[in-house]
């Protein structure tokens, strides 16, 4: 079986379709309440992570019943099909327990690790970002493009850090103050698929993480690449969306986020 049997637009409209509903649940849950699980001191899970993921499930295998995916809260499925879905129900889930308007659905089909098609959905701003391999990325239907800030001290950028940041050897902190005294500014909005997308439509002129997980990043991923960014790992070398650090920008800023990274 190759990628090149399955129809993109097919793909990308159920992918839209899946995080539009995730997003009505989160919206549903955020309006009439929800009750708040511990995966970890600080890692939060919600009715409505388990309720999105469900629905997005669901939706997909509608359509694709043989596909394999790999979701934040159950795991993966154990098909063996090449075809994968990385889904995060609800990207942002400290936010939107506490209330904070910033989270969003995540959903993106891989092919042998690539991602070939992606929706981001922010109920909140009711806005769909989606991209499919080779046709350009989306916002409510608008091609969007990546900014052209070419310097650092111009570039406002975004980050996050690992719910385990008390024991990992790379809590990011020392980046963080890096950037914070070498761009315009850094900004941790909380939802990495949201960081990615706003990378993508030039809100955000770069972004960078480590310790994330594929269902963070397949989406986002592939807007900031069809959106005409740039993806690496911190290291520079190809991005890997099961090796957890990412560096997305707008191209022109790659290498100095890169020099600031090896600092
Ligand atoms: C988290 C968010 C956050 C990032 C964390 C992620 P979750 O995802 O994307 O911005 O900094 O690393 O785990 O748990 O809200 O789906
Ligand atoms: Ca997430
Ligand atoms: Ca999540």
Redesign the pocket.
Known sequence: MSYLDIDLEQALSVAKRAAREAGKIQEDYRSRGFTVGKKGET??VTEA?LACEEAIIRVIRETYPDHDTLA?EKGGSGASSPFRWLI?????????AHGFPV?CASVALTYGGEPLAGAVFDPTRNEMFYAAEGRGAYLNGDIIKVSATNDLISSLLA?????EIRAVEQNNIKHFTNFAMLSQAVR????????LCYVACGRLDGFW?F???P??MGAGALIVAEAGGKLSASDGTKLDLYRADIVASNGHIHKAMLDTLAM
């Open positions: 890692d939060l992570d934040e995060d129900p609800l990207d942002g889930t400290t936010n939107f989270y980050t996050g850090f690992p719910y941790r909005p909380g939802a990495a698929a949201i960081d993480e310790h994330l997980k269902w963070d």
